[in-house]
């Protein structure tokens, strides 16, 4: 069965870095997307990042646009979080979907994703 588990979450000073990893497996990155997601209590759930090599895209939201970057390995991928500001802080999702001909290799709607990890908290202090 597929399974995603995020890792790296914490706490740590505005300005500082960290490095996040979701372990996956029952899948392989060569058909599927696979895409950092975060969520605040009462809002609703924001593309980060996504990776897919079906046809070689990758997304960044404006907002983490230059401090973020998304790569993979074998079985994992990263997000490597830089520059951290406050307004980040949030609980970080890693997301896969099959990638589907004819669509976009990189949804950038939680509603195009099929599966999902727990999360992992990422706190930004000031």
């Known amino acids: 069965e597929v399974q995603l588990v995020e890792s790296g979450g914490g706490l740590v000073q505005a300005g500082g870095s960290l490095r996040l990893s979701c372990a996956a497996s029952?899948?392989?990155?060569?058909?599927?997307?696979i895409a950092w997601f975060r969520q605040d209590p009462g809002k609703e759930r924001e593309g980060v990042s996504c990776s897919s090599r079906s046809d070689g895209s990758t997304y960044y939201a404006d907002s983490v646009k230059g401090r973020f970057i998304i790569s993979t390995d074998s079985d994992t991928v990263y997000l490597q979080m830089n520059s951290l500001r406050p307004e980040d802080t949030s609980v970080y999702f890693c997301?896969?979907?099959?990638?589907?001909?004819?669509?976009?290799?990189?949804?950038?709607?939680?509603?195009?994703?099929?599966?999902w990890g727990r999360g992992t908290q990422v706190t930004v202090s000031s």
């Open positions: 029952g899948f392989t990155f060569d058909d599927h997307a």
């Open positions: 997301a896969a979907t099959p990638s589907r001909f004819g669509g976009p290799g990189c949804p950038i709607r939680a509603s195009g994703y099929d599966y």
